[in-house]
Nanobody
Framework: QVQLVESGGDLVQAGGSLRLSCAASGRIFRPNVMGWYRQAPGKQRELVATITSRGTTNSADSVKGRFTISRDNAKNEVYLQMNSLKPEDTAVYYC???????????WGQGTQVTVSS
């Protein structure tokens, strides 16, 4: 089992910045993929960005150039730096951990990001 604890969600004005953090604990093996997904009211959960344990990143087109994902393998933490935030970025952001070998997915409890116009 892997436990994930997110932090950093807040209310921010459009154009502002936020940094989300997620700390993983438990049975953590490599290779793995950590990432961020988000779910807005009435919409499906969608990918924001992922990063492998080797550092390869992937992100949604809607956040390219504005959001940056990074991780600290020694701390088992993943971060999402969000700049130039837009009202449409408003959502609950969920941290995800995927054990590539076992094929297991784990989710955090979510952190609310609200961007006011």
């Amino acid at each position: 089992q892997v436990q994930l604890v997110e932090s950093g969600g807040d209310l921010v004005q459009a154009g502002g910045s936020l940094r989300l953090s997620c700390a993983a604990s438990g049975r953590i093996f490599r290779p793995n993929v950590m990432g961020w997904y988000r779910q807005a009211p009435g919409k499906q959960r969608e990918l924001v960005a992922t990063i492998t344990s080797r550092g390869t990143t992937n992100s949604a087109d809607s956040v390219k150039g504005r959001f940056t994902i990074s991780r600290d393998n020694a701390k088992n933490e993943v971060y999402l730096q969000m700049n130039s935030l837009k009202p449409e970025d408003t959502a609950v952001y969920y941290c995800n951990f995927r054990d590539v070998v076992a094929g297991s997915d784990y989710w955090g409890q979510g952190t609310q990001v609200t961007v006011s116009s």
